[in-house]
């Protein structure tokens, strides 16, 4: 099959253009897509491949797909505007709004704490069923009562999924609204895009089809052979949640973790987003300047949730580069570098990137469902040449 590339660009950015077409080189399943906006204009709007490859149907200008972790810098936008409009405090303990969350010595844990993976609770101690992951009552109660893994504050381990069930119930309780309700409410209703915590079912259709591609494959089995059976792997069991959901978030049937309908459907606000590139851009761009019509923070809020709060080795021996976070935000760092050092957003499993750079006046989301690990540069070099073409 002919890969076919959609959609436009504007003068100048043809290269951005290449470097995604690129990306599908030697990956005849693989679908994507790619959004930038300038100064709320969009710039590079593209879509090209196939959307399932079990029906090679092919990725249309509609085709949303799972976002993975690029739901926590939604989040994270969700958090920054209730701190924004003087609802929530990031430094204040999250007891203050989830009472029963002091149980098993976490009174003192405060809301930064959570955004920042410096919680403790980064996996459940109790292994959790796809049913359990699809009931937030369940959830939230199991990881309020929770004794945390380790000293909260103490370091940080990534909170693959546990992180958007800890602020989510938070947001919640703030709010009162679910996540997605809160987010329908606030960002995707206002901004008319295609991006939901929850996937309604009347847009399932929409959907693209996960599959694991061959470095993410090698990556998990790598990690497998490498686990020390005596030893509880928390890293791992972020990921899993102790059977939920498979290593790679997907598989290994067709209609398995992120590809169920019924995990897609829940609200999973750690993973679990689903999007249009086309709309992940416009939120993003929003939260620096006045596009679609809406402002999301404002410069001051923006500096604030971007002061850096966990970096370097965390608790937990995982190989570098590591990622840093602010108040949820992943910043500019080794492990993804934005157009400049002032970019903020969050990467996605298997090669999603979502972010902001108010220095560059950017706003950006690359999408693909052949989700791949080892050495995926797909989406890195969009981002070079897009510097590049900026001149930053």
């Not at 002919?2 to 100048?12: D, F, Y």
């Not at 958007?164 to 329908?184: P, T």
């Not at 108040?327 to 969050?346: I, K, N, V």
């Amino acid at each position: 099959m002919t890969l076919q590339i959609h959609g436009t660009v504007a003068p100048g950015f043809e290269r951005i253009r290449d470097e995604f077409a690129e990306g599908f080189s030697e990956k005849p399943h693989m679908g994507a897509a790619l959004s930038i906006l300038h100064d709320g204009a969009p710039v590079v709007d593209l879509w090209g491949g196939v959307a399932d490859e079990r029906t090679h149907a092919p990725w249309s200008e509609q085709t949303v797909s799972v976002i993975f972790s690029c739901t926590k810098g939604l989040v994270s936008i969700l958090a920054a505007r209730l701190v924004q409009d003087g609802l929530l405090d990031y430094e204040a303990p999250v007891t203050k709004y989830w009472a029963e969350f002091a149980a098993a010595g976490k009174e003192d844990v405060r809301v930064k704490h959570l955004l920042s993976h410096r919680s403790g609770l980064s996996a459940p101690r109790s292994p959790l069923t796809v049913e359990q992951i699809t009931d937030w009552d369940h959830v939230v109660r199991e990881l309020g009562a929770q004794k945390p893994l380790w000293e909260p504050d103490s370091g940080y381990a990534y909170h693959a999924i546990t992180h958007g069930w800890l602020i989510g119930e938070v947001i919640r309780r703030v709010s009162g609204r679910s996540v997605g309700q809160y987010f329908a409410d606030l960002i995707t209703t206002p901004l008319g895009v295609d991006a939901w915590i929850g996937l309604p079912a009347h847009q399932s259709s929409l959907v693209a089809h996960m599959q694991v591609g061959s470095t993410l494959a090698e990556l998990t089995a790598q990690q497998a052979a490498a686990r020390n059976p005596v030893e509880t792997d928390w890293s791992g069991l972020a990921m899993t949640l102790g059977g939920a959901l498979a290593p790679e978030l997907i598989g290994p049937g067709d209609e398995d973790g992120f590809n169920s309908p019924a995990i897609r459907a829940a609200e999973i606000p750690g993973a679990g987003g689903i999007a249009s590139a086309r709309a992940l851009a416009a939120i993003w761009s929003a939260t620096i300047t006045n596009s679609g019509g809406a402002r999301l923070l404002d410069d001051e809020t923006i500096a604030t949730a971007t002061v850096p709060q966990s970096e370097g080795s965390p608790v937990w021996n995982v190989p570098g580069p590591w990622p840093r976070w602010g108040m949820g935000f992943q910043l500019d760092s080794e492990a993804r570098r934005y157009t400049t050092p002032h970019g903020f957003g969050h990467d996605g499993a298997g090669g999603q990137v979502a972010f902001a750079d108010p220095a560059a006046g950017i706003g950006f989301a690359y999408l693909t469902n052949q989700m791949e690990a080892i050495n995926d540069l797909r989406g890195t070099r969009i981002v070079d040449a897009l510097r590049a073409k900026l001149g930053l």
